[in-house]
């Protein structure tokens, strides 16, 4: 059974930064594209950034030049650098893999974490 977990969520005043932290565990041999989703209150679930297995990035709108996604395909991981943080950036935040291959099984589409609550305010 494979496992995304979400770190790094708070509480941060405007203009602040955080990092957001995703681990996949669960025997995982290979991941395709990792990401990054939020989803306001009263809103529906919309894209933040993307990463391919070669590094290439994709950025909503309102994130580009704010925030920063990155990963480790080592440790199945993917991280996302938050900077200069808005009201309107408070949501949850949700990890998402594509195409997780493992020892046992092979999960396809994506799959979710389940979420870390980041909370802009003064």
């Known amino acids: 059974q494979v496992q995304l977990v979400e770190s790094g969520g708070g509480l941060v005043q405007p203009g602040g930064s955080l990092t957001l932290s995703c681990t996949a565990s669960?025997?995982?041999?290979?991941?395709?594209?990792m990401g990054w989703y939020r989803q306001a209150p009263g809103k529906g679930r919309e894209l933040v950034a993307t990463i391919t297995t070669s590094g290439e990035m994709n950025y909503a709108d309102s994130v580009k030049g704010r925030f920063t996604i990155s990963r480790d395909n080592a440790k199945n991981a993917v991280y996302l650098q938050m900077n200069s943080l808005k009201p309107e950036d408070t949501a949850v935040y949700v990890c998402?893999?594509?195409?997780?291959?493992?020892?046992?099984?092979?999960?396809?589409?994506?799959?979710w974490g389940k979420g870390t609550l980041v909370t802009v305010s003064s």
């Open positions: 669960g025997s995982v041999i290979s991941i395709n594209t």
């Open positions: 998402d893999a594509q195409d997780i291959v493992t020892t046992a099984n092979y999960y396809v589409g994506h799959n």
